[in-house]
């Protein structure tokens, strides 16, 4: 597609619920970036994707969160036993180079709030 | 413990006027740093960037200044147009880039007619 697209926009969940949040990056960009943005604050990093090669999972803030990609494209990030500070913008950027030199281009992200 | 910080909140500035955004930061091996503007439910969009080796980097209006020595950047936008009006990202990254980006908390600028 001609951005990156992530679905859904909103997601209301319920505490201890899971919850699955899609990034289809842009075609042909390796790199993959999963961001938060909770209320107040700027973009919190937490996970990298270079193509098919397995992330660095320690910017994750919980062992609760997980994402993967599956064929170098589309990633998931997963949120099991959701808790009400998990409510945040989850972002997602893809590149097309490994380091950001000409900035990522970022998805609109998903608005999770969890009650 | 913030890296990247940017202390205004909020910039109020009249149309056609000069705007400046302020950042600092504390980790010396950043070595490239962007700017992304933001419009609500929209994700941030690339501006301008600046590497380490670099005092100054120019794009149409947009100006970004970077003083290593004292560890702070600025954006200039000249002239200040109402489409400007947007919450403004500062951010950084230390060589290679797996570690992503370290934003600051933003700057909401309001270019007033």
């Known amino acids: 597609g001609a951005g990156v697209s992530q679905s859904p926009s909103n997601k209301v969940t319920e505490k201890g619920k899971d919850v699955e949040l899609r990034c289809d990056p842009i075609?042909?960009?390796?790199?993959l970036y999963w961001y938060r943005q909770s209320l107040g604050q700027g973009l919190e990093f937490l996970i990298y994707?270079?193509?098919?090669?397995?992330?660095?999972k320690s910017g994750l803030p919980s062992d609760r969160f997980s994402a993967e990609r599956t064929g170098g494209s589309v990633s998931t990030l997963t949120i099991q036993r959701t808790q009400q500070e998990d409510s945040a913008v989850y972002l997602c950027?893809?590149?097309?180079?490994?380091?950001?030199?000409?900035?990522?281009?970022f998805g609109s992200g998903t608005r999770l709030t969890v009650v | 413990d913030q890296q990247v910080k940017q202390n205004s909140p909020s910039l109020s500035v009249q149309e056609g006027r000069i705007s400046i955004l302020n950042c600092d930061y504390t980790?010396?091996?950043?070595?490239?740093f962007l700017w992304y503007k933001k419009y609500p439910a929209e994700g941030p969009t690339f501006l301008i960037s600046?590497?380490?080796?670099?005092d100054k980097n120019e794009d149409g209006r947009f100006t970004v200044f970077l003083n290593k020595s004292a560890k702070h950047l600025s954006l200039h936008i000249v002239p200040s147009q109402p489409g400007d009006s947007a919450v403004y990202f500062c951010?950084?990254?230390?060589?290679?880039?797996?570690?992503?980006?370290?934003f600051g908390k933003g700057t909401h600028l309001i270019i007033q007619p």
């Open positions: 980790n010396s091996m950043f070595d490239y």
């Open positions: 994707f270079q193509g098919n090669s397995a992330p660095d």
């Open positions: 951010a950084a990254e230390a060589g290679g880039g797996a570690d992503g980006l370290t």
């Open positions: 950027a893809s590149s097309s180079y490994q380091v950001g030199k000409d900035g990522y281009t």
């Open positions: 075609s042909g960009h390796t790199a």
């Open positions: 600046i590497s380490s080796i670099k």
